[in-house]
C-alpha cells in the first residue's frame, strides 16, 4: 500500500488549476490598486505594481497551463 | 514631441469637427480589413460563416451598444457611478441618459466620441470572432458579441474614455496625465485579444489541430490574398482612427495629426519588416501570414502611442511588436497548444498591451510609466477573468462549440447550407481519415 496522498485524477485537477489562475490574476490587480492607495512615494509605488503584474503574470501562467489539452483529448 | 495631453480640451472649431466626422467615416476600413483577415485566416470550408459572422457582429454590437453599452460608458465630464475609496472618488461606470438620449443636442465631441466608441465596440468584438474560426457557433458569436456590447466594452471604456477611475490616476494620484489610449489598444485591441484567449479556451482546438503524437497539425488559413489586403484596408482605417482618437482622446491640435498618421505608417512598417527578418531567419523565406500578423501588431501597437512619441520611437515599438509577433505566434502553438487561427491573442492582445507600455516608456510626466502599468494591470488582472466569467456563463446557455458533424462538412454548410465558392470542390481533409 503506498503511503502517499491519493492522487487527483488529471481532468480535475487542470479544471482546479484553471480557476485558480483566474483567481489570481484579480488579486494581483488588487495589490497594484492597494500600491497606488498606500505608497506616495514612486519607487516603492512602481515595485508594487509590478509585483501585482508579476502575480497576474502568475496566475495567467497557471490558468494556461490549466486549459493546455493534453494531446489528443478532445479529439474523439 | 510635445505631449498632446497637456491641452486642455478645447470646444471644437468647425474644422475640427469636420475632419473628424470625416476621419470617422473612414475608420470603418479597419474594420473591413480586419473581416477580410478574419475570413482570409480560416478554413475555405468556412468563409462564408466568418465573414457573415463578422457583418453580424457590426450590427449587433450597434444596436446593443445603443440600447445598453452607450448609457454606461457616458462621457468624460459627465455623470457616472462613483465610489469613495481612501479619500479619492473612484468612477466605475457611467450614467448617460438611456437609449442615446439627447444624442442630438450633446456637444459636438460627445456626438463624435460616441460615434467612435460604436466603431470601437464593434471592432472589439470581431477580434473573438476570428479565434474562434472554423469551431464557433455563429448565434453564440453573436450572443458573445451582445455581452462584449452591453457590459464588458462600457466597462472598459468608461474608465479610459468617460472619465473614469483610470482617466483619473493623474489627477487623484499624480499619475502622469492618468492613463492614456489615443487610439483604442486597450479598449478595442486588448480587450478584444483578451475576449479571444477567453473564447480559445473555452471553445478548445479546431478537430485534428492537436493530434495525439506529434508536433501540431498546420491549418494554414485558405486565402493569403484576403489577408494581405486586408491589411492594406486595415491600414487606411487604422490611420483615420488614430488621428480621429488624437483629436478626441488626447485633444490633439490639428498640427500635431500628421505626425500621429506618419508614426502609425512607421509603427506598421517597422513591424512588418522585424517580422520579414525574424521569418526570414527562422523558416529560410518569409512567411505571408506571419507577416501579415506582423503588421498589424504594428498598427495596433501604433493605437496606443502614434499620438504621443516621436517618429523613431514610433519604429521601435513597431520593430519590438514585429519581432514578438511570430515568436509568440509560435509559442501559442506549438508549446502552449492555444489554437488562434486569426493570431487575435498574440497580435491585438499583445501588440496592444506592447504599445500602451510603450506610452508609459516613452512618456516625459513623471509617474506616467506607473498608470499605464496600472491600467494594463486592471486589462489583465480584472478584464479577463470577468470575460471569461461571462463567456463561461454564456456557453453554458448556447454552447460555443458546433458539433463535430459540423465541423467536419465545415461551417458554412453546416449552418448557412452553401459554401463560399461553390464551384471549386472543397479538398478532403487528411486530418479526418
Request: proline share 6%; hydrophobic share 55%; glycine share 12%.
Amino acid at each position: 500500500m503506498s503511503g502517499g496522498r491519493p492522487s487527483i485524477p488529471m481532468p480535475e485537477r487542470e479544471e482546479s488549476m484553471k480557476y485558480a489562475g483566474l483567481l489570481a490574476m484579480p488579486a494581483g490587480f488588487f495589490l497594484s490598486i492597494a500600491a497606488v492607495l498606500l505608497f506616495p512615494a514612486p519607487a516603492p509605488r512602481t515595485a508594487f505594481v509590478l509585483c501585482g503584474l508579476a502575480v497576474e503574470g502568475l496566475g495567467l501562467a497557471v490558468a494556461v497551463r490549466g486549459h493546455m489539452e493534453a494531446r489528443g483529448e478532445k479529439l474523439s | 514631441m510635445t505631449p498632446l495631453l497637456t491641452q486642455a480640451a478645447l470646444p471644437f472649431s468647425e474644422a475640427t469637427f469636420a475632419l473628424t466626422l470625416a476621419l470617422l467615416m473612414l475608420a470603418p476600413l479597419a474594420i473591413a480589413g480586419v473581416a477580410l483577415i478574419n475570413a482570409g485566416l480560416g478554413r475555405s470550408r468556412s468563409a462564408a460563416q466568418s465573414l457573415l459572422g463578422n457583418v453580424a457582429i457590426l450590427a449587433v454590437t450597434a444596436m446593443v451598444f445603443a440600447l445598453i453599452g452607450a448609457t454606461w460608458v457616458g462621457a468624460a465630464g459627465g455623470a457616472g457611478h462613483t465610489f469613495q475609496l481612501a479619500g479619492q472618488s473612484w468612477n466605475w461606470l457611467g450614467a448617460a441618459p438611456l437609449l442615446l438620449g439627447g444624442f442630438s443636442s450633446a456637444l459636438p465631441q460627445t456626438q463624435l466620441a460616441l460615434c467612435f466608441e460604436f466603431l470601437a465596440v464593434a471592432l472589439a468584438a470581431m477580434l473573438p470572432w476570428g479565434s474562434g474560426a472554423d469551431r464557433w457557433r455563429l448565434t453564440a458569436g453573436c450572443a458573445a458579441a451582445a455581452v462584449m456590447a452591453a457590459i464588458v466594452f462600457p466597462l472598459v471604456a468608461h474608465w479610459i474614455w468617460g472619465g473614469g477611475w483610470l482617466a483619473q490616476l493623474g489627477v487623484n494620484f499624480g499619475l502622469g496625465a492618468g492613463f492614456l489610449d489615443g487610439g483604442g489598444a486597450a479598449t478595442v485591441n486588448v480587450l478584444g485579444g483578451l475576449s479571444a484567449l477567453a473564447v480559445v479556451w473555452i471553445a478548445g482546438p479546431r478537430k485534428g489541430k492537436f493530434p495525439k503524437e506529434g508536433l501540431s497539425t498546420a491549418l494554414p488559413g485558405h486565402n493569403a490574398v484576403y489577408v494581405l489586403f486586408g491589411c492594406l484596408l486595415a491600414l487606411v482605417g487604422w490611420l483615420a482612427w488614430n488621428v480621429a482618437g488624437a483629436v478626441l482622446w488626447l485633444h490633439a491640435p490639428l498640427s500635431a495629426l500628421p505626425v500621429t498618421a506618419v508614426n502609425t505608417l512607421l509603427s506598421a512598417s517597422g513591424a512588418i519588416m522585424a517580422t520579414f527578418t525574424v521569418t526570414h531567419i527562422r523558416f529560410g523565406k518569409p512567411d505571408a501570414s506571419l507577416c501579415a500578423n506582423g503588421w498589424m501588431a504594428g498598427l495596433v501597437a501604433s493605437s496606443a502611442c502614434a499620438g504621443l512619441v516621436t517618429p523613431l520611437e514610433a519604429i521601435f515599438t513597431g520593430v519590438v511588436a514585429g519581432i514578438i509577433t511570430p515568436l509568440l505566434v509560435e509559442l501559442l502553438e506549438l508549446a502552449l497548444s492555444i489554437d488562434d487561427p486569426s493570431g487575435a491573442i498574440t497580435v491585438h492582445a499583445a501588440g496592444g498591451l506592447w504599445g500602451l507600455l510603450a506610452v508609459g516608456v516613452f512618456a516625459p510626466q513623471a509617474g506616467q510609466l506607473v498608470a499605464q502599468l496600472v491600467g494594463i494591470s486592471a486589462l489583465l488582472g480584472l478584464v479577463l477573468p470577468v470575460v471569461y466569467l461571462l463567456f463561461w456563463l454564456l456557453n453554458r446557455v448556447l454552447p460555443f462549440r458546433v458539433d463535430p458533424d459540423g465541423e467536419r462538412i465545415g461551417m458554412d454548410l453546416h449552418e448557412l447550407g452553401g459554401g463560399a465558392y461553390p464551384e471549386f470542390v472543397i479538398h478532403r481533409d487528411e486530418s479526418y481519415r
